[in-house]
């Protein structure tokens, strides 16, 4: 379940990017993706609390070729393409990485991994994919305030996932003290 949570949300993350128009708050522009795509980092991490390190880059992988299928299928050009698969082995392996290091409850270790995992995301995908020297999507002007709104809505879902994981593991901890 935890897999196929991971991917799913990939999938709808770029159907939901494709299908509507981003959200503009004065300077910040923030794809209606980017709620899922900040969970996917949680999602990752999860797989990768039941799964090991070794397993979840066989999943990214796995999630990486379904990301460009469905992107390629949604008619994105190859720029996009290209950098949204960039910026998700960037993302996807710090955020990785970070989790395995981080000596910390589940919560943190999702919370920080993705905050950093989420940065990056926001940045090469924005300048790689969007900007003059990608696909010209957005001018140089609209790519700070790109790359900020982003970074906010990604920090956003992490800090609401990792809320709900630490009151689930406190839950759990509690129950099984009980018992």
Do not use: C, H
Request: glycine share 8%.
């Amino acid at each position: 379940m935890r897999v196929l949570l991971y991917l799913v949300s990939i999938v709808i993350a770029n159907v939901v990017t494709a299908k509507f128009a981003p959200l503009v708050f004065g300077m910040f522009i923030i794809p209606m993706g980017t709620l899922f795509i900040g969970a996917t980092f949680i999602f990752r991490d999860i797989v990768q609390n039941k799964y090991g390190r070794k397993k979840t880059y066989f999943i990214i992988f796995t999630a990486l070729i379904l990301s460009g299928i469905a992107s390629y299928l949604l008619g994105d050009t190859l720029m996009i393409v290209a950098a949204s698969a960039l910026s998700f082995l960037i993302s996807e392996t710090a955020d990785t990485e970070i989790y395995s290091r981080l000596k910390l409850p589940i919560a943190w270790r999702v919370f920080y991994s993705g905050l950093v995992g989420g940065f990056l995301d926001s940045v090469v995908f924005v300048i790689v994919g969007l900007s003059p020297i990608g696909a010209n999507i957005l001018p140089w002007a609209a790519i700070p305030g790109a790359i900020a709104g982003q970074i906010i809505a990604k920090t956003i879902v992490q800090m609401i996932g990792a809320l709900i994981l630490n009151r689930a593991y406190l839950v759990k901890e509690k129950n099984i003290v009980v018992q």
